[in-house]
């Protein structure tokens, strides 16, 4: 049985905040890492960071493809280059299935056109 709790779904609006903070830490580390003079607790501090947004970042990505009805397992998609431009547009575009699926209920709250029995 899943526990409702990890399993759930993700807008996409939450998910492009999350994307954006990502990739603002990702350019935020490589700005301290280019200068010479960086200390090393900052270095550290950045790494730190990055890595633990990162994990939160695949999460997230895992809770939005279960918004479109996917398996949270194709988050592994985004580690083979070049497809993974393509897989990380599809996360930002795709608009999640209308209603309730196999991961809980629509975020936006929005009803299918038809009643399930």
Request: glycine residues 4%.
């Given at each position: 049985?899943?526990?409702?709790?990890?399993?759930?779904?993700?807008?996409?609006?939450?998910?492009?905040?999350?994307?954006?903070?990502?990739?603002?830490?990702?350019?935020?580390?490589?700005?301290?890492?280019?200068?010479?003079?960086?200390?090393?607790?900052?270095?550290?501090?950045?790494?730190?960071?990055?890595?633990?947004?990162c994990?939160?970042?695949?999460?997230?990505?895992?809770?939005?493809?279960?918004?479109?009805?996917?398996?949270?397992w194709?988050?592994?998609?985004?580690?083979?280059?070049?497809?993974?431009?393509?897989?990380?547009?599809?996360?930002?575009?795709?608009?999640?299935?209308?209603?309730?699926?196999?991961?809980?209920?629509?975020?936006?709250?929005?009803?299918?056109?038809?009643?399930?029995?």
């Open positions: 049985m899943k526990n409702k709790k990890l399993f759930v779904r993700m807008r996409r609006r939450h998910f492009v905040v999350l994307t954006a903070a990502f990739f603002g830490c990702s350019i935020l580390t490589y700005s301290v890492l280019s200068k010479e003079d960086a200390s090393m607790a900052l270095v550290a501090l950045c790494f730190v960071a990055l890595a633990v947004l994990v939160v970042w695949f999460y997230s990505a895992a809770r939005r493809l279960n918004d479109f009805n996917e398996p949270g194709k988050t592994a998609y985004l580690f083979i280059p070049l497809f993974n431009l393509f897989w990380l547009v599809v996360l930002l575009t795709t608009d999640g299935t209308i209603g309730k699926n196999q991961y809980g209920e629509d975020p936006r709250y929005r009803l299918p056109f038809y009643v399930e029995d």
